[in-house]
């Protein structure tokens, strides 16, 4: 059986197998050209509830089986993954409008999560614990049980198997519902990974579907954490609905991260930085730079290095052509950026660069001259888009990062890294990089933002065993203790 290539996946989800689901189908599009791709399985909420059913009765014999046995099931998911990446690059490509370099990104990162969950079966799962009375007393962490895990369209192979891979690798069963607009890439990869890993059945379902689908997996009383990546605003609706139902949720939310350029820095490798942080996969990253806040030594010749740069990018489509930047997911998104870009210049923003489109193809845009109000500086606008905003202090530049609702990345750039390290610690954020822009990500980190961008670090490293996983308390001893009735 070749990897992507048969039909078993087309029009079906996978529960137990490739089965045809009760949702229906829907087109896989490619958004560079409107091409369809394909047809995907969409997962209505009676779908949802026959794989939570299936999920809870394979899970126990699944943690039952030796952690050797799971790691071992997670380097051969590896091996395969890795085997087809070229296929699983393309699709990446075609479906999420990846330029080459990013879709070899997210492959990277998502065989690196792979391989750090075969490293979570043998780690120690517990603790002894002092007691006042003549007994063994100890921790340990067991798995939930039911995991559902939510994924976006923006990074869907990395943001779906780092939950994925270590709940599998911890004894748990995973319902994963991936964006339907990549679908493939963010769903098929996975299921056909470890199906040809041997995973037995019942152990992952993926189930392409809308926002009923979404919340019958939240509220299905067989599902125990719910791991949901995407917008603030669905986030804090899952988190309500979690909520009511009394469910462990993990969420990694929106941003609208900080680049800060002090007056000391080489202007032309800043610019260099801010352009990728703000234009890489069109800006649709929940760490991209969104706020580009430059003291005004330095203002003037970086927004002109900035402009410069997006004026030059190559924008097209990334399948038959060497692009800086792909298409815009669909056209809602594209909409909702446009909009935002053409408010700021009526409330008085310079446009330096761009600000047009063609078709989903959107250039990179240099906003200058923005205030704290700016439309597309004020919010997360998830596209090309650098609003750049000037600063005379570091007293004020620390008051102004600090004042967003967001707190995911921040980059700080200067010679002076104690100088930029002292001011990361005025500023709220789950990541923080010296000299670098926003936007990394590796499978050995901890990772999540604070405020409005989620519930803390979820993933990575320790993280995961916290985040995928029970604490009980047992106590043993010899004789039943004595009581007075």
Not at 143 to 164: M, T
Not at 451 to 476: K, P, Q, Y
């Amino acid at each position: 059986m070749t990897f992507l290539k048969d039909e078993a996946w087309q029009g079906r989800v996978y529960s137990g197998g490739w089965v045809t689901p009760e949702g229906g189908d829907a087109a896989v599009i490619e958004p560079a050209t409107g091409a369809e791709l394909g047809r995907t399985g969409i997962a209505s909420p009676a779908d949802v509830a026959r794989a939570t059913r299936l999920a809870a009765a394979a899970q126990p014999a699944w943690a039952a089986v030796p952690h050797t046995e799971r790691a071992a099931l997670l380097r051969r998911a590896a091996a395969i993954w890795e085997a087809n990446a070229p296929e699983i690059e393309q699709w990446v490509i075609r479906e999420s409008g990846k330029i080459v370099p990013a879709a070899q990104f997210e492959t990277h990162v998502s065989l690196g999560e792979i391989y750090e969950a075969t490293t979570l079966p043998s780690r120690p799962y517990g603790d002894l614990l002092p007691s006042e009375q003549p007994r063994l007393s100890f921790a340990e962490r067991v798995p939930a049980g039911v995991v559902g895990v939510i994924s976006p369209f923006n990074f869907p192979q990395i943001l779906g198997i780092r939950s994925v891979a270590p709940a599998l690798a911890l004894g748990n069963a995973v319902v994963l519902k991936p964006d339907p607009r990549t679908a493939v890439c963010g769903g098929v990869v996975l299921a056909r990974v470890f199906e040809e890993a041997g995973l037995p059945d019942g152990l992952l379902h993926v189930l392409p579907g809308g926002v009923d689908a979404g919340e019958t997996l939240i509220t299905d009383p067989l599902v125990r954490i719910i791991s949901f990546t995407g917008s603030t605003a669905a986030g804090r609706r899952v988190g309500e609905l979690a909520a009511r139902h009394l469910k462990r949720v993990h969420l990694e939310l929106g941003g609208n991260s900080a680049l800060i350029v002090l007056d000391d820095v080489d202007v032309a490798r800043a610019a260099s930085a801010g352009a990728w942080g703000s234009f890489l996969h069109q800006g649709q990253i929940c760490m991209t730079t969104g706020r580009h806040l430059v003291h005004e030594a330095v203002y003037d010749d970086y927004v002109a290095a900035m402009a410069d740069k997006a004026s030059h990018l190559p924008v097209g489509d990334p399948a038959t052509g060497q692009v800086a930047l792909g298409p815009i997911i669909d056209e809602r998104q594209r909409d909702k950026v446009h909009a935002l870009v053409t408010a700021s210049t009526d409330a008085g923003a310079r446009l330096a660069a761009g600000g047009t489109y063609e078709g989903l193809f959107y250039q990179p845009t240099v906003l200058a001259d923005v205030t704290q109000e700016t439309p597309a500086y004020a919010n997360e606008v998830f596209g090309p888009v650098a609003p750049v905003l000037r600063f005379s202090t570091v007293d004020e530049v620390a008051a102004i990062a600090a004042s967003s609702e967001y707190g995911l990345s921040l980059g700080i750039l200067t010679r002076d890294v104690m100088r930029g390290l002292d001011l990361a610690r005025r500023i709220p954020s789950g990541i923080v990089h010296i000299n670098d822009q926003t936007v990394d990500d590796e499978p050995t980190v901890p990772f999540g933002g604070v405020l409005d961008s989620g519930t803390g670090t979820r993933f990575g490293g320790t993280a995961n065993l916290e985040a995928f996983t029970e604490t009980r308390w047992v106590t043993m001893q010899g004789d039943i203790t004595p009581y007075p009735f």
